[in-house]
C-alpha cells in the first residue's frame, strides 16, 4: 500500500517568513494530493490540493508543487501569519479511493 | 457548501457501553464516507470506508464486530462502537466525498470519546 512521509515534524517561523512542507509517497499509482489544516481539537480543513496532470498550483499565500518522477510534493506557505500556526498532514490517493496520511508538520508562527 | 457535521461531538460512556456517532452530508449526497481515528498529537488513521448500501470496508487490524459502520442514505453513516473500553477513548472523524464530484474528502468536526 501507499506509505507518505512527511518532513519536517515541528517547524518554527517568524512572521511574516515562509514556511515549506515535504512530502514523500511510495506508490506510483497515486495522482491526487491534498493538503489539509488541523486546529487543535478541530477537523481537518482541505487548504489547497493538486492532480498528477500539474506541477504546481497556487493560491494567494499558499503554493504547492508536485514531482511526480521523485514521488515527493511540498507545501510553500509565504508571509507567515500567527493564525497559520496549525497541524499540516499531506496526503495521497490514486484517486476516487482512500486517503493515506503523513504524521503532519506543527507548524508555529511568533509574532 | 461541502458541509459535514458530526453527533454527538464530545460523549463520556462507561465501560462495556456503547456509544453510537452519526456522520451526516448537509449540502451534498455523499456514496462513499470515511472513518478515521486520531490519538492525541497523531495522524488520521483510516479505520474503515462506508459505501451507501453496502457493508463497510475495514482496514487490517480494526475489528469490525466492535465498530459497527452502517451507511444507510447517501447523507448519513453511523459507526457504534460497541462495549467501549478505555483504550478506545480517542477522537473520531468522518469524511465525506460527493456522489458524481471529484475525489475531495470533507471531514466532519470530530467526536471526542472518553471512556471511564
Known amino acids: 500500500g501507499e506509505n507518505v512521509e512527511q518532513h519536517p515534524s515541528t517547524l518554527s517561523v517568524q512572521e511574516g517568513d515562509s514556511a515549506v512542507i515535504k512530502c514523500t509517497y511510495s506508490d506510483s499509482a497515486s495522482n491526487y494530493f491534498p493538503w489539509y489544516k488541523q486546529e487543535l481539537g478541530k477537523r481537518p480543513q482541505l487548504i489547497i490540493d493538486?492532480?498528477?496532470?500539474?506541477g504546481e498550483k497556487k493560491d494567494q499565500r499558499i503554493a504547492v508543487t508536485l514531482n511526480k518522477t521523485a514521488k515527493h510534493f511540498s507545501l510553500h506557505i509565504t508571509e507567515t501569519q500567527p493564525e497559520d500556526s496549525a497541524v499540516y498532514f499531506c496526503?495521497?490517493?490514486?484517486?476516487?479511493?482512500?486517503?493515506?496520511f503523513g504524521k503532519g508538520t506543527m507548524l508555529l508562527v511568533s509574532p | 457548501g461541502a458541509v459535514v457535521s458530526q453527533h454527538p461531538s464530545r460523549v463520556i460512556c462507561k465501560s462495556g457501553t456503547s456509544v453510537k456517532i452519526e456522520c451526516r452530508s448537509l449540502d451534498f449526497q455523499a456514496t462513499t464516507m470515511f472513518w478515521y481515528r486520531q490519538f492525541p498529537k497523531q495522524s488520521l488513521m483510516l479505520m474503515a470506508t462506508?459505501?451507501?448500501?453496502?457493508?463497510?470496508?475495514?482496514e487490517q487490524g480494526v475489528e469490525k464486530d466492535k465498530f459497527l459502520i452502517n451507511h444507510a442514505s447517501l447523507t448519513l453513516s453511523t459507526l457504534t462502537v460497541t462495549s467501549a473500553h478505555p483504550e478506545d477513548s480517542s477522537f473520531y472523524i468522518c469524511s465525506a466525498r460527493a456522489a458524481g464530484g471529484p475525489d475531495t474528502q470533507y471531514f466532519g468536526p470530530g467526536t471526542r470519546l472518553t471512556v471511564l
Open positions: 496526503a495521497a490517493s490514486p484517486g476516487y479511493s482512500t486517503l493515506t
Open positions: 462506508s459505501n451507501e448500501g453496502s457493508k463497510a470496508t475495514y
Open positions: 493538486i492532480r498528477s496532470n500539474v
